[in-house]
């Protein structure tokens, strides 16, 4: 009997397969096989090595007939299967070889996490349906549907189906009496032909011919237990899951949850009928009710299952190219050994390698580039024909370290052939003869390396280029086999080449996040060519990146001139222009129902894939769907997924890693209100999304491998602060982890280390943010707000205040920041204001915030929308004038009456909520004018809202010390993390004789936030921390420290060395005190010693 212990099986194996394997380690072990880890030595990907166990194998029927139907299984390639590469035997050992797909199976992550949220197990069934679709077809049943054998890719999070067939391999059935002996052998070794746990009715009482009914069934228990978290059936202590299956009555989900609809239980109902009869008749039944429940799109996109015609294999072939990548450092569509698979012409994908100036010409060198695109774009005229995009031979190149800039050999171009997964390659050449210019294409099969054929063109000018690289097309298609009457009547994409090449350089520019050159070249190419659609759509796209903050955006014009100019173009691109301008014109639902359509054209369109989860993300208007109930539709989780897998098709496009590290920051911010839900759409176009009302927030969590969105109101009920802590801590990991990628990937590039920055100081690591904003301020970075102004923001908040002045004294002698300044500037000078707060100016920031203040208005009209604003001045202003105890009767009420006039603009129940938020305000002018007449309407007017230890601080200033106490006393223990809060307490403190308790108050301060961000106004709490310093230092002087009291009276010197003459006293008073602190330090230095 062969020795099938784990170690002998390990050695056994590597000694058998040293020659196309390495054996890496062992990944696990079942009843009938163990699964290895190893490196296919051939095409150095890695792979997983299922081997049966010995004993199965040792009949020699029993492996022709695992033979068999293990190539029948292989024949199976789809984007939720985990497709078979090889199957074989060595040294008596039957093993496949499948695609490593690197992250967990479900039953890892339902044990984790008990329970999936509803619309992830819907997307997941949904997967696991297709993948059972593509293999019921073949006549496949694949019997063993269980979680273990479902895989959940960690960067994607798609969900993949393994081990299909295997259960029907070694299942009982007809057997010749040879085989009968190999069947024995399997209950010999303990084989369940199963799992009883998901073992249809049918399949429990032991039929053998099972149908597509029953891998129905045994997937209704994983959505059951997915949705729930529980199994369907009481079982009991003995377990016995077959009795369950054919006798007991299943348990409603309605009784198990209460939030899933009625539709999915109606469904999982069905799937789950005991009569194999009365379930779906098919997964394709299954997966159009689910599909029509309208939760299923919430999940990422798959390839379209239904037969393709030949009109669109050329869209087919892309969509496997993009999703078959399951294997880390995997090939696509590679057959065994690199041949053809079957069934795929290899005259019908075709890569174009980047053209060689032979003689360097500098006229030129724009083709290296520029002639992959004008032949892609001349060939991809053709729809059976599929052709590399030139924007992805950029990232492919770049993959595999082949230069761009330098003559592409054979070998290479074959090379990033195979890594995109085609299999015919060209090799080009460009040079000037006389007045001539001669184009020469070499044409080669990939999967032998063989020249098949040269073509060439002659270009009698610049203008005549178009015209010769559509005759190298046609010479071509005698190679890469497409029929001419396959042709589209699409016109070029310009009649002017000039604006051709302008079109050429903002792309390579783009990808170099160049984006004001991208922007220049864009607007080149349409000022030379005003009809040219795709340089309309790509400049609008660039354009929008600067119009973050201007209240008169121009790119959805552009948008529209794209869309009027794309009627002659091809139909994706005019897909994708419909799409990009319906989510310019906040139109989500439709923009991703036309981004669905493009990809089940083509899956690897990373616009598209950027799109759909752009549009994901912020279709923010509630809907209702078909039974009544209110849904919020956007989905960070179909987003952050769709990301990925734009960036698994191209990691060069950059703009993508932005994108996934903002999505990620919404999960990683504990003050983050999350995402806001509307009941209207927004008034115009994606410009005004906040210009709305929202009715309630969702805030956004990291969990498993995905994003969720959880009910703002119902957050902390669900989750624990422990869990909540971690969960953010692990988002934030996991986009500094996908930054610092991105910056391994573009070293020399200033944006990576950008967004890194932005990334640390989230995460309030300002030090570590100011150093990689150097990096990406010497890199040439480029922002829509200033890089000036968030350098002061963090150095600000980060409490790093020599820079701060060094920094902010500079930025404000530049003339961009003085003076008026337009609003697009205005509205983002938040570090500003602080910074002239804390320097004690507090007029100027008076008049910086005022023009924040109507540069906001601009960017939001409506009258709620402006109330909101002038409220939120108010409140600031007040806040700014109590902190320097300038709040007089008059001024109160000046602000009350505005407040109380603005208030009317508001429901009801909306006024309520901005009552309460006018609490600190309130508490403050409470503090500086006692308990006066306008106080006390104050009161009133914001729900009477009190503070113990504001409340303490304003009856000492009423001189009221026994009512002080008692309010300071009842503040104890006190954990606020607001600082007016905290500085009250302190001055109470120290009022009531208590200097250590008010040494440490103080001292607090320092650790508590502070905010210097762009959308800062005119807030108090600098006042408040810098004012902090002078009364500690007078703290310090009662308790005997003089060292520290002098420490402080200068950094509060140091900072308020100009300050508005209304704070010129407590400057004087701080001199003098320092003075003579120091006056006392020089006698006892010069006393003799004791």
Same mark, same amino acid.
């Given at each position: 009997m062969p020795d099938s212990s784990p170690p002998a099986l390990l050695e056994r194996l590597t000694a058998a397969l040293r020659e196309d394997y390495e054996i890496i380690r062992p990944l696990g072990r079942g009843g009938m096989a163990s699964v290895f880890l190893a490196r296919e030595r051939s095409l150095n990907r890695l792979v997983a090595l299922k081997v049966l166990d010995p004993m199965l194998g040792e009949g020699p029927l029993f492996r022709a007939r695992f033979q068999r139907e293990a190539e029948t299984v292989a024949q199976l390639q789809h984007p939720n299967i985990v497709q078979i590469f090889r199957v074989g035997e060595a040294d008596g050992l039957a093993f496949y070889a499948m695609a490593f797909v690197e992250g967990e199976n479900l039953a890892e992550r339902l044990k984790r996490e008990g329970r999936l949220p509803s619309g992830e197990a819907v997307r997941i069934c949904s997967e696991i349906l297709a993948a059972l679709s593509a293999a019921h077809r073949r006549g496949i049943i694949h019997r063993?549907?269980?979680?273990?054998?479902?895989?959940?890719?960690?960067?994607?999070?798609?969900?993949?189906? %393994?081990?299909?067939?295997?259960?029907?391999?070694?299942?009982?059935?007809?057997?010749?009496p040879g085989e009968a002996a190999d069947q024995e052998k399997l209950t010999a070794v303990g084989v369940a032909m199963g799992t009883p746990r998901y073992m249809s009715p049918e399949q429990a009482s032991g039929e053998h011919d099972l149908t597509a009914a029953s891998d129905i069934y045994a997937l209704g228990i994983l959505f059951y237990e997915m949705l729930s978290g529980a199994y369907p059936y009481e079982v009991g202590p003995t377990r016995n899951y077959m009795i369950a299956h054919l006798t007991h009555e299943l348990t409603p989900l309605s009784e198990r949850i209460d939030d899933v609809p009625e539709e999915i239980q109606a469904m999982v109902g069905r799937m789950l009928a005991r009569n194999p009869d009365e379930r779906y008749a098919s997964a394709d039944e299954a997966s159009e009710v689910l599909a029509a429940t309208g939760l299923a799109a919430?999940?990422?996109?798959?390839?379209?299952?239904?037969?393709? %015609?030949?009109?669109?294999?050329?869209?087919a072939l892309s969509a496997l190219a993009g999703v078959a990548a399951v294997a880390v450092g995997g090939v696509l569509l590679m057959g065994r050994g690199g041949e053809v698979p079957d069934g795929v012409d290899p005259r019908q994908s075709i890569l174009i390698g980047f053209f060689d100036n032979t003689r360097q010409d500098p006229s030129l060198e724009w083709l290296r580039f520029g002639g992959v695109e004008l032949l892609a774009r001349s060939?991809?005229?053709?729809?059976?024909?599929?052709?590399?995009?030139?924007?992805?031979?950029?990232?492919?190149?770049?993959?595999?370290?082949?230069?761009?800039?330098?003559?592409l050999s054979s070998g290479d171009a074959i090379k990033l052939a195979k890594s995109a997964g085609v299999w015919t390659a060209t090799v080009g050449s460009v040079i000037k003869l006389g007045d001539e210019i001669q184009l020469t294409v070499n044409v080669y099969d990939v999967a032998t390396g063989r020249r098949l054929s040269t073509a060439s063109a002659t270009a009698g000018s610049d203008s005549a280029l178009a015209i010769a690289f559509d005759n190298l097309a046609n010479q071509l298609l005698d190679v890469a086999g497409a029929p001419r009457s396959a042709r589209l009547d699409v016109e070029p994409p310009t009649t002017s080449i000039d604006a051709y090449r302008a079109y050429i350089r903002g792309i390579e520019a783009t990808s170099r996040w160049n984006i004001t050159g991208a922007r220049d070249e864009f607007r080149r190419a349409v000022d030379l060519d005003p009809s040219f659609a795709l340089a309309y759509y790509q400049l609008s796209s660039v354009t929008g990146f600067f119009e973050q903050t201007s209240p008169a955006p121009t790119f959805i014009a552009l948008a529209d001139s794209a869309l009027r100019y794309s009627a002659q173009r091809p139909a994706k691109e005019r897909l994708l222009i419909r799409a990009f301008h319906a989510y310019v014109n906040a139109d989500f639902e439709g923009a991703k129902s036309l981004y669905r359509e493009l990809l089940e054209q083509d899956s690897t369109v990373v616009d598209a894939w950027s799109g759909y989860a752009s549009a994901s993300l912020l279709d923010l208007t509630l809907r209702t769907d078909s039974t009544g109930r209110e849904y919020f539709p956007s989905s960070p989780g179909v987003a952050l997924k769709s990301f990925r897998r734009a960036l698994e098709l191209d990691a060069s496009d950059y703009g993508i890693y932005?994108?996934?590290?903002?999505?990620?920051?919404?999960?990683?911010?504990?003050?983050?209100?999350?995402?806001?839900?509307?009941?209207?759409?927004?008034?115009?176009?994606?410009?005004?999304?906040?210009?709305?009302?929202?009715?309630?927030?969702?805030?956004?969590?990291?969990?498993?491998? $995905?994003?969720? %969105?959880?009910?703002?109101?119902?957050?902390?009920?669900?989750?624990?602060?422990?869990?909540?802590? $971690?969960?953010?801590?692990?988002?934030?990991?996991?986009?500094?982890?996908?930054?610092?990628h991105w910056i391994s990937l573009a070293p020399d590039q200033g944006q990576p280390h950008f967004f890194l920055a932005n990334n640390l100081a989230v995460d309030r690591q300002f030090d570590s943010a100011l150093v990689s904003m150097a990096e990406a301020e010497r890199l040439g970075a480029q922002s829509p707000v200033s890089i000036s102004l968030l350098r002061l923001g963090w150095q600000l908040e980060g409490q790093f205040f020599d820079q701060a002045i060094a920094h902010g004294d500079s930025l404000l002698a530049e003339p961009e920041w003085t003076g008026e300044l337009p609003p697009e500037r205005a509205v983002v000078t938040g570090p500003i204001i602080s910074y002239l707060l804390l320097r004690g100016q507090v007029a100027e920031a008076g008049r910086v915030a005022n023009q924040r203040l109507q540069a906001s208005k601009q960017f939001s009209p409506g009258p709620e929308r402006l109330a909101r604003i002038d409220l939120s001045a108010l409140s600031s202003r007040l806040r700014a004038a109590a902190s320097i105890d300038a709040v007089s009767p008059t001024l109160l009420t000046q602000i009350l009456d505005s407040v109380s006039t603005l208030l009317q603009v508001f429901p009801d129940s909306e006024q309520v909520r901005i009552r309460q938020g006018l609490r600190w305000p309130v508490l403050l002018a409470a503090a500086t004018l006692g308990d006066t007449a306008q106080v006390r309407r104050w009161r009133e007017l914001a729900e009477d809202q009190r503070d113990p230890g504001i409340d303490a601080w304003a009856a000492m200033e009423a001189g009221d010390r026994s009512r002080a106490e008692r309010l300071y006393l009842a503040a104890q223990p006190d954990t606020s993390e607001a600082p007016v809060h905290v500085a009250a307490l302190a001055r109470t403190a120290e009022a009531l004789g208590?200097?250590?308790?008010?040494?440490?108050?103080? %001292?607090?301060?320092?650790?508590?936030?502070?905010?210097?961000?762009?959308?800062?106004?005119?807030?108090?709490?600098?006042?408040?921390?810098?004012? $902090?310093?002078?009364?500690?230092?007078?703290?310090?002087?009662?308790?005997?420290?003089?060292a520290r009291a002098m420490e402080y009276y200068r950094k509060f010197l140091g900072l308020w060395d100009d300050p508005d003459p209304e704070l010129e006293p407590e400057r004087d008073l701080a001199r003098k005190a320092l003075a003579e602190l120091e006056r006392a330090d020089r006698e006892d230095a010069s006393s003799p010693t004791q």
């Open positions: 063993d549907i269980k979680p273990e054998n479902v895989l959940i890719e960690r960067e994607s999070g798609r969900a993949l189906v %393994t081990d299909f067939g295997i259960a029907r391999i070694v299942a009982p059935g007809d057997t010749s919430t999940g990422p996109i798959r390839v379209p299952t239904r037969p393709i %015609t030949n009109r669109r294999r050329r869209y060939l991809g005229r053709w729809q059976d024909l599929q052709v590399v995009e030139s924007e992805r031979l950029l990232d492919l190149a770049r993959r595999e370290e082949v230069a761009e800039d330098q003559p932005p994108a996934v590290s903002n999505l990620l920051s919404l999960a990683s911010q504990e003050d983050s209100p999350g995402l806001p839900a509307f009941n209207e759409p927004p008034p115009g176009g994606i410009t005004t999304l906040g210009r709305r009302r929202p009715v309630r927030f969702y805030r956004v969590l990291y969990v498993g491998d $995905s994003l969720i %969105t959880v009910p703002a109101d119902s957050l902390e009920i669900r989750y624990s602060a422990a869990v909540l802590d $971690s969960l953010r801590a692990r988002a934030r990991v996991i986009s500094r982890d996908h930054l610092r208590r200097a250590a308790e008010a040494a440490d108050y103080y %001292t607090r301060m320092d650790t508590l936030r502070y905010t210097a961000s762009v959308n800062a106004g005119l807030d108090g709490d600098w006042l408040l921390l810098v004012r $902090s310093y002078a009364q500690r230092a007078a703290v310090y002087e009662s308790l005997g420290q003089r």
